[in-house]
């Protein structure tokens, strides 16, 4: 009789921690979501736009990061690596002795990243992982680009990253912001394009985050008290042939979720589209990308 009490008993807790375990992922899994906007071929195609038009910013940062220390043999973690977009020009700084170590919550990002640059080394994982950690703390140098935007807890998310990071390490953060000022710019030259300036806030909101959060970030990393800090912030413009092609590519890919979400509906979207064909399709005039915040700190 006490036997079968004890097994029911190991059965139960059993299936409790089943439970607990199931609740975890599920709300783990939902997080992740909101970072992981889009996936597949789709997307890869988007990033790699995305890069080609902010390269030379992506360049600016390595370069100034550079100016700190020799970066040639360093081990280095993208941390939100995506499809590695970045990769071959970070390839480029930290030479072929350098290691690149690629991590993503995404296991289908991690997947296509693998298959472009096998050479290289990745991690499917987010800052809880314990792998990831590690990495993070053996690191010369950690780069994220548009991750802390996707975060709920932006703040404790950096500094819990900061926090794991050795000393002499190099921080590289890069994340976009959409102004004002901007906005009055865009509006003066093309006023239908109201949707197309609003769109993203109207996304993050919908999920529950600041896409904005860039402009908070300056007095959160100086009160790390680094060795050195370097800020640097800037606009920067495509043409609006380049935006035509870009804005289309952000709507069709993150339409799906946004649409499921209620965040979006469909004649939301077909306003939205509307807006960029009004753009001039040509090389003449600008479009106003965003304003980018590039942060390099010595730990």
Not at 40 to 62: C, H
Not at 65 to 71: D, R
Request: charged share 25%.
């Amino acid at each position: 009789m006490n036997v079968r009490i004890f097994n029911s008993k190991i059965i139960l807790m059993a299936v409790f921690l089943l439970l607990i375990f199931s609740l975890y992922n599920t709300v783990h899994a939902d997080q992740i979501s909101n970072y992981v906007l889009s996936e597949g071929s789709k997307e890869k195609t988007r990033l790699d736009l995305q890069n080609e038009l902010l390269k030379n910013k992506l360049i600016d940062a390595f370069e100034t990061a550079e100016s700190i220390k020799n970066l040639k043999g360093s081990t280095i973690v993208d941390f939100g690596c995506g499809v590695s977009s970045a990769y071959p020009v970070i390839k480029e700084f930290i030479g072929n002795s350098g290691k690149y170590i690629g991590i993503d919550s995404s296991k289908n990002q991690i997947i296509t990243a693998k298959q472009r640059f096998p050479n290289a080394h990745y991690i499917q994982g987010d800052e809880k992982k314990l792998e990831v950690l590690q990495k993070i703390s053996s690191a010369d140098i950690v780069f994220m680009r548009f991750v802390i935007m996707h975060q709920e807890k932006q703040k404790d998310f950096i500094q819990h990253i900061y926090s794991h990071m050795k000393s002499g390490s190099i921080l590289i953060i890069q994340e976009p912001e959409d102004t004002t000022e901007g906005k009055k710019k865009m509006l003066n030259q093309y006023p239908y394009a109201e949707i197309l300036c609003d769109f993203k806030a109207k996304l993050g909101k919908g999920l529950d985050l600041d896409y904005n959060f860039a402009r908070n970030l300056k007095p959160i990393l100086e009160s790390f008290d680094p060795k050195k800090i370097i800020y640097k912030n800037e606009d920067v413009y495509i043409t609006t042939l380049q935006a035509r092609t870009f804005l289309r590519k952000i709507i069709e890919n993150v339409a799906e979720k946004a649409l499921t979400k209620g965040i979006y509906t469909k004649d939301y979207i077909n306003q939205y589209m509307e807006a960029v064909s009004k753009l001039p399709s040509d090389d003449k005039h600008y479009w106003l990308l965003g304003s980018f915040h590039t942060f390099v700190l010595l730990k």
